[in-house]
């Protein structure tokens, strides 16, 4: 008992120790100034129609500080960056799930669950075998990439840093993928639509089962139909959904390997030698909160508003943290393997929709 409570108490005195640091409020005032520049940004027109949100611009601009002056600041404003990258990132995906209800799954139906979790568990497999196997990468930069590429983007991969204990610029190399085959998906898809043999709401399923980012899904449905893109975004809702039970899998997968995950994790716990990444846990938990609807409207507006700013602040701390020779190390191998990814999310994800919803439909194959 006297343990437990000593481990509770922890994170405040670290806490206070921390606030009182020079380089906790000046790190902090780096990354807030950085993700106003970012957030801004993401409103000019030019990005609007780029569908470049203010996290991947955030992360463009921490990786450019980065590289250039931050080097001679680095001393004293570390301890705030470092923060951010951690312990906001975690906040963030945790405030994450007040984007989602339990209403939005059940209006896909179960057909729309099993093309989910078929798509994710076959891209995320796929990505383990050729990212080890023929493109030999190490499995930090794979299960970054396949995460990125099987869940919702930039978002997953973020969440699945603090589970791996991921090095800043594998991170980066991971949602450069994503920036990269979301943004192709998202301008190929609608061109492709009348050659789909597809439905608006077939399509939906499609896009929302097989693009990486969500503002991908919005602009990659809203180009075909107004109905198309809902049913895309709750579509691509339930994959978020299934962010937390896929962390919880993977702290599992990663536990049995015997992989050195850190045990003093302000929101992790271990539970019978399993590590349970608690932020993913407490996803899930702002998801049903959600879903009661037991605060307005503008207030779940509110937190997502300042869920978004968390989240690019976290994305500009890892930019910072990200250094362009560790990811010209990295090589083209990364690029291949979300390519191959991305050929089967598209062609893959198109006979998987058809299938399922033939099973599901009754109709022959």
């Not at 405040?12 to 020079?22: G, I, M, P």
Request: positive net charge.
């Amino acid at each position: 008992m006297l343990s437990i409570i000593k481990n509770i108490s922890q994170p405040f005195d670290a806490s206070t120790k921390l606030y009182s640091d020079s380089r906790w409020w000046l790190g902090m005032l780096l990354v807030t100034g950085l993700s106003v520049i970012a957030i801004a940004s993401s409103k000019l027109q030019i990005m609007q129609s780029a569908q470049f949100s203010s996290l991947t611009i955030g992360i463009v601009l921490g990786i450019i500080v980065g590289n250039s002056f931050f080097s001679r600041i680095a001393t004293h404003t570390d301890v705030g960056v470092d923060y951010a990258k951690s312990i906001l990132l975690k906040a963030g995906i945790i405030l994450f799930g007040f984007r989602i209800t339990f209403a939005q799954v059940a209006d896909v139906g179960w057909q729309g669950l099993v093309i989910d979790m078929v798509m994710l568990a076959g891209t995320f497999i796929l990505a383990i075998q050729l990212g080890k196997r023929l493109f030999k990468l190490d499995e930090q930069t794979t299960i970054l990439i396949g995460a990125g590429s099987a869940i919702c983007g930039a978002a997953a991969v973020m969440a699945t840093e603090p589970v791996i204990k991921a090095q800043a610029h594998k991170v980066s190399v991971a949602v450069a993928t994503v920036v990269v085959f979301g943004t192709i998906s998202m301008f190929a898809y609608p061109l492709l639509f009348t050659y789909m043999g597809l439905g608006e709401h077939a399509y939906g399923i499609f896009v929302g089962s097989t693009i990486h980012e969500v503002a991908q899904v919005v602009a990659a449905g809203s180009t075909v139909s107004e109905y198309a893109a809902d049913t895309a975004v709750i579509e691509k809702m339930l994959r978020v959904m299934m962010l937390a039970p896929f962390l919880v899998c993977l702290s599992f997968w990663q536990s049995k390997k015997g992989s050195a995950i850190s045990k003093g994790a302000n929101i992790q716990g271990n539970i019978l030698g399993i590590t349970i990444p608690w932020f993913a846990v407490l996803f899930i938990v702002a998801s049903g909160f959600h879903s009661l609807s037991v605060i307005s409207e503008v207030a779940t507006n509110t937190v997502i508003w300042f869920d978004n700013i968390l989240l690019t602040i976290a994305m500009v701390a890892l930019g910072l943290r990200t250094h362009i020779g560790a990811i010209r190390q990295a090589g083209i191998k990364p690029l291949l393997l979300a390519g191959c990814l991305f050929l089967f999310l598209t062609l893959g994800g198109y006979i998987i929709n058809i299938v399922i919803s033939a099973l599901f439909c009754g109709i022959p194959i």
